[in-house]
């Protein structure tokens, strides 16, 4: 593992997809100021979808270089920020994610719904940025400037519709919420740093063992207070009541930002700091784990519980989808839960493997989710009705979309939750996998109403549904990689167990 303790020209290969986002948010900053206003919207729409892909090849060759180094990892700045596969890995579900919800949205969405366009997409590049930052960071300091950088962008995007009292309602929500929550981080991060005297997390791990002797009620609140920041980013039950109006507020393109790229971050953070921390406290010497990683499991098992039965209620879509989020949210903490004991050292690569399935289908089906509103201006399940009839190829695509978040047979969903419940029967955590199986047969209810609508309700009209090419190939696109993910489980499971390694990977050292 080579650590350099000062940044230099030579290191800044690194950090290049980190470096050419920054650029276009300046470069696009500054069009956005000479263009008019016209021309502006679709320049900078195109140009943020640009800079994230160059990001994302020059992401790939970093994974690349770094096969041949002798460590596979390279730290920046005494351990700050680390170059792995842990945080490339992750980098390229945000890019993808982020290109594809700028693509499915270039004349999808309405002049009277976003007026001005341009802000919103310069504004997904530092977004992006701050979730590539905590995706990659080795210290508690860094890890909390990207989640800053992540969120304050975010709440601007949510009341980017500035004349829409939906909008504010949702950015003044999310803003306070969000707020809180990252004291709460912040403030359990103090309480690990007076106790084990650095921010580096990999320090932290080595201090720890006395810290137990000497501050464990201590460890407890800083790791607690953390543990209800996250639940909260990440708006796991009972901290989520804030999620079905911010998703309802914000233009649909922010709200899948939200739901996929800024949910992934704050899951990339929370395995970072927990997995380096709690999860390798000296067994025998203390309960402190054991606590810790239970409050994990029951805060998953509650999300599970509470989003899949809110949503049961729920006849506006975007609202739907948000309590669909927050059961799934329980489903990708899981695997973090149960820790990585001999027998379950899978755990990234099932929490990769159903992010990556999550994010496809939530893209897609709030793709569809825009052309409908722009067509008819109706965000209800109702919205829905008669889609076979209208657009019966957009119709299919819907429902591999909603089968996979059923979690059925043949889809990403359907093996990733299966491979996430085989560990926790694996580690004799059959409570929660009780739960998850439950939560997982009634949440069909919830999908199968919205394909009830498409195929056997008769909608207001039956003209055409009006699609977009952009709108319609990031569709297809989702679709087909939910199908491959859902035929071609082991071998893509395969590839990232082999691309990734605990020791190197996830362990800071």
Known sequence: METKLALTLSDLWYVTPELILTGFAVLLTLLDLVLP?????????????????????????????????????????????????FGNLLKLVFLGASAFIVFSS?????????????????????????????????????????LELLSITSYILVGVRK????????????FVTGGTASAFILYGMSFLYGITGSTNVAQIRVNLGSAIENSEALLYISFFLMLAGFAAKLALAPFHAW?????????????????????????AMLYR????????????????????FLGLGILAAAAMIVGTAGALRQRNFKRLLALSGVANAGILLTPLALGFADIHTSMFSEF?????????????????????????GNETVSGFAGLYHRAPWTAGAMTVLLCSLAG?????????KLFILFSTIQTKTYWLAAIMLVTTIVSYAVYFSIIRQMYMRSGATDSRLKLTVPATITIWLCTAATLVLGFLPVPILNWINDLFSIPVDFLVR
Do not use: H
């Not at 502006?40 to 090849?57: A, D, E, I, M």
């Not at 997409?121 to 508690?140: I, K, N, Q």
């Not at 059925?408 to 990733?416: A, D, E, H, S």
């Open 37 to 85: 206003r016209r021309a502006s919207q679709y320049v900078v729409g195109w140009l943020t979808l640009v800079g994230l892909l160059v990001s994302g090849v020059f992401v790939v060759l970093l994974m690349s270089d770094l096969t041949r180094t002798d460590s596979g990892v390279v730290e920046l700045l005494a351990g700050s920020y680390r170059v792995d596969d």
């Open 408 to 416: 059925l047979p043949i889809t990403g969903g359907f093996f990733g």
């Open 273 to 292: 700091i927990f997995i380096n921390s709690a999860n390798l406290v000296p067994a025998g010497e203390s309960f402190l784990q054991q606590d810790v």
């Open 243 to 267: 999620s079905p109006d911010v998703y309802q507020g914000a233009p649909t393109p922010v709200t899948t930002f939200l739901a996929v790229v800024a949910k992934g971050a704050a899951f």
């Open 106 to 146: 270039l004349g999808a969405v309405k002049d009277e719904d976003v007026p001005i366009k341009s802000e919103m997409y310069s504004l997904v590049l530092p977004a992006t940025l701050g979730a590539m930052v905590m995706s990659s960071s080795g210290d508690l300091i860094t890890l909390f400037v990207g």
């Open 352 to 376: 990769i493997y159903y992010l990556v399935a999550y994010a496809f289908m939530n893209i897609g089906a709030f793709t569809v989710l825009l052309i409908v509103t722009r067509d008819s």
């Open 163 to 174: 004349k829409n009292k939906l909008s504010s309602e949702a950015a003044f929500k999310y």
